[in-house]
Nanobody, 113 residues
Framework: VQLQASGGGLVQAGESLRLSCAASGIIFSIVAMGWYRQAPGKQRELVARITSGGVTNYLDSVKGRFTISRDNAKNTVYLQMNSLKPEDTAVYYC????????WGRGTLVTVSS
């Protein structure tokens, strides 16, 4: 199983980014996918999750700003991040559980004020 995340970068507060995570080695359509983040000195936290049926849930602090979606034809999950804030700065990881937990390498998002 491989999860390849991309799309991070340096943006100013208020701007947007879209993260992508391409999965391989799994039957993508049947698994839930999640985006986590870890800021320096903090624990990793769940940002957003989408089930195989498309049900989503979000960290309270990103509700209304972030949107998780999936394209089963492309084996890819996305995280659209709008109105970014400096406190969103972190390494973002995609995750799935397929017998065991799998993590992508992570992509750095830096939001300057």
């Amino acid at each position: 199983v491989q999860l390849q995340a991309s799309g991070g970068g340096l943006v100013q507060a208020g701007e947007s980014l879209r993260l992508s995570c391409a999965a391989s080695g799994i039957i993508f359509s049947i698994v839930a996918m999640g985006w986590y983040r870890q800021a320096p000195g903090k624990q990793r936290e769940l940002v957003a999750r989408i089930t195989s049926g498309g049900v989503t849930n979000y960290l309270d602090s990103v509700k209304g700003r972030f949107t998780i979606s999936r394209d089963n034809a492309k084996n890819t999950v996305y995280l659209q991040m709008n109105s970014l804030k400096p406190e969103d700065t972190a390494v973002y990881y995609c995750n799935t559980v397929y017998g065991m937990a799998y993590w992508g390498r992570g992509t750095l998002v830096t939001v300057s004020s």
